[in-house]
């Protein structure tokens, strides 16, 4: 298992029975270490199902265990390579029953926990509640209960907040739900607090691997501490500088702490970089450089000095999309990486996207937005995945609400008003007291009759999903149930415009065929689950995706051209990158009292400084071979055009001035290129997205 790995990444590797950080910078292999490890942990006899690699992203996930698979053939399918919360999901559905929780319980997604809060705390305002939900996530990660955040509130705002929180959790407890932050919090009261569940835990998984360390949490330090228990067979890779999510409470403190709760750790560094030239190391360097070092490091590449970094300017966002546009096109026409899957355009915020999409299209290349919404916020998506989400716990209020008026079945407002207030007063679901006896006199006749006939077919579909196997009979089975509910006719019905609606069916029956290809029993390479040849119920399969947060796995084949917010860029790498939109205000963020020019700024303005260098340092070393950065002297600001200015960064980088800014044959090309796409433009003018 030696194969491609330096000395320092072979001593990680091949240090198997204690606690291992490798701690290194962007680049230099800590991901090939982890995939490298699962293979000699094997190689050594170790069980694969008791190897567990977590990973950041579902995404990381999918590719790690395509990786694997290459390593090390079959074994691969059985070691567990997941997210934290995928993780969490299965604790908690084992061990779950501990704290109260049926092994079929409902995730909620952020939508459902906004409206669950508005409930709580009374408002219409999904403003306030977002702030709330804000709030009391934070305090879940530091693994605060209602009470405890109650008790070390500064202020009213925050009393309140912690009263609605109490409110919030009785309501997750009585609908049988959890929310994201509870996949972290529940595996640890439960490890924590039950002997019996962590010495088994610890007995099922011996070998834990962690990517993206610096990017953990407290909860998820304790819980990760509780799995690998005392003999502490675990590793750990990360890179300071990368540490991106301190606003979502990740905390460095976490690589502090390991050296002083594992005095015998062995910490590896490793210094070369195999992914970019020079020239972009050393930008990426000259940005990191001003904060302050938690370890020291130093990282090189052998790659040569490479093309020089380009700086872009342009005098609006359209005109920088073009510009961006241009540049892929002429490196198409010049650059042994001209796919398009080579290259991406990567931004601070979601936002940002629309202008390159726009000018993609136009120039008709073909590219995928990673990081935006996700095709399973797609209302089509979320209508049919309550169903399920009530099939898998009928105690799911949100989701009963959605199945019963989407699509509409003569169910008004008031009867479920009234249905509401009976289950409030008998301390019921809304769906169990559709079966209570008494319902039946405080509701009009035909109301009571139609919520009756909802509940009998709900679970009907139930036993019927439950005794769903294989891809084949997952198919016959959700295209019967789209049609004796009227979906379709139902998205024809409410869109605007017929060719909408023709987009969401054909979203649902995208939705159909992935879903059906999770159930396995044969090769489906339409759902893209070539790989799936166990047997599973539907039941089973619904269960799980609420966790999965894009099809991406699907798309990944693709010859696509990626937007990706900076954020979801983490641990990728492409030949070309460009980053946009790298103006003053935006990367860096605006910073209450920094103007870029004050020597004093408060400390908590100097730490999200912080922060948003090492955004900038991801940024930069995503690129392998070529990296562009630009900025417009103009940003949209509500409505107007207000004047901007470069990033700090984009000094801070250091570059050559002589060569920085785009040489001019080089521009030459892309003007060509820019004239050519604006031709091909007129020709066939854009169609409306
Ligand atoms: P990041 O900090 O961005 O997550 P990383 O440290 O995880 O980066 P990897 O993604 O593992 O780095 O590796 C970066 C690139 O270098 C990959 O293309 C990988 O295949 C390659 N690489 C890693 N180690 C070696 C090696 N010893 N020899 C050749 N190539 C290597
Ligand atoms: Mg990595």
């Not at 010049?334 to 136009?362: G, I, T, W």
């Amino acid at each position: 298992m030696s194969a491609g790995l330096n000395l320092a990444q072979q001593e990680a590797v091949n240090y198997m029975h204690g606690p291992c950080l490798v701690l290194a910078g962007a680049g230099s292999g800590k991901t090939r270490v982890i995939t490298a490890k699962i293979g000699r942990l094997i190689q050594a006899g170790v069980a694969a199902k008791s190897v567990a690699a977590i990973t950041f992203t579902n995404k990381a996930a999918a590719e790690m265990r395509e990786r694997a698979k290459g390593l090390i053939g079959k074994p691969a399918k059985d070691v567990v390579i997941c997210t934290f919360h995928a993780l969490g999901v299965r604790l908690v559905r084992e061990d779950g029953h501990r704290v109260g929780l049926k092994a079929q319980f409902s995730i909620l997604d952020s939508d459902d926990v906004t409206s669950i809060l508005k409930d709580a705390g009374g408002t219409t305002d999904a403003n306030t509640a977002r702030q709330w939900q804000w709030t009391i996530s934070k305090w879940k990660n530091m693994g605060l209960s209602a009470a405890q955040a109650e008790e070390q509130a500064v202020d009213d705002n925050e009393r309140i907040t912690a009263r609605i929180m109490a409110r919030y959790e009785e309501r997750l407890t009585a609908y049988q739900s959890v929310d994201f932050d509870d996949l972290i919090g529940l595996p640890l009261r439960l490890l924590r607090d039950h002997a019996e569940v962590r010495e088994k835990w610890q007995r099922v998984l011996g070998h834990v691997l962690v990517d993206e360390y610096q990017d953990t949490n407290a909860t998820q330090y304790e819980v990760l501490k509780l799995l690998v228990g005392e003999r502490a067979r675990f590793t750990a890779v990360g890179d300071d500088d990368q540490s991106i999510y301190g606003w979502r409470g990740a905390t460095l403190d976490n690589l502090k702490r390991l050296p002083v709760d594992y005095p015998n750790l062995k910490v590896i560094k490793l210094e070369q970089n195999y992914r970019s030239t020079s020239a972009i190391l050393r930008a990426a360097n000259n940005v990191i450089g001003p904060n302050p070092k938690l370890f020291p490091k130093t990282l090189f590449s052998e790659l040569g000095e490479g093309e020089p970094v380009r700086i872009v300017d342009a005098d609006s966002e359209e005109h920088e999309a073009e510009r961006v546009v241009a540049r892929i096109q002429s490196l198409r026409a010049n650059s042994v990486h001209k796919d398009f899957r080579h290259f991406a355009v990567l931004y601070r915020a979601n936002h940002q996207a629309k202008p390159f999409e726009k000018a993609l299209r136009k120039a008709q290349i073909p590219y995928k937005v990673s990081g935006g919404q996700s095709f399973f916020d797609r209302a089509e998506i979320k209508d049919l995945c309550s169903w399920f989400r009530l099939w898998i716990n009928n105690n799911d209020d949100p989701a009963f609400l959605r199945a019963v008026t989407v699509p509409k079945r003569g169910i008004g407002h008031q009867t479920l008003g009234q249905l509401g207030v009976y289950a409030t007063q008998y301390k019921l679901s809304l769906f169990e007291s559709l079966f209570s006896s008494s319902l039946a006199s405080l509701l009009p006749r035909r109301g009571h009759e139609s919520l009756t006939e909802f509940g009998r077919y709900v679970n009907d579909l139930e036993y019927r999903a439950r005794q769903t196997l294989g891809a084949e009979a997952a198919r016959a089975f959700m295209l019967e149930w789209l049609k004796e509910i009227g979906y379709e006719q139902h998205l024809y019905d409410n869109e605007e415009s017929e060719s909408a609606a023709a987009t969401r069916w054909s979203n649902v029956m995208d939705f159909v065929d992935w879903m059906s290809g999770r159930c396995g029993g044969q090769i489906d390479d339409t759902a893209g689950v070539s790989t799936q040849a166990e047997i599973k119920s539907l039941m089973e399969v619904a269960q799980t995706i609420s966790l999965l947060s894009t099809m991406s796995e699907r798309q990944q084949d693709q010859d696509l051209v990626t937007l990706s917010t900076l954020h979801a860029s983490k641990g990728l790498e492409w030949p070309h990158v460009v980053l946009v939109g790298v103006n003053e205000g935006m990367l860096p963020f605006k910073l209450d009292d920094d103007d870029g020019r004050q020597q004093v700024v408060s400390d908590e303005t100097a730490q999200r400084l912080q922060e948003e260098r090492r955004l900038m340092y991801v940024g930069i070393t995503r690129a392998q071979r070529s990296l562009a950065v630009s900025w417009t002297r103009k940003r949209k600001k509500g409505r107007d055009l207000v004047p901007a200015k470069p990033s700090r960064f984009i000094a801070e980088m250091g570059l050559d001035q002589s060569t920085a800014k785009e040489d001019p044959r080089e521009k030459l090309r892309a003007l060509r290129a820019e004239f050519a796409a604006k031709k091909a433009a007129g020709a066939a003018p854009e169609k409306s997205a």
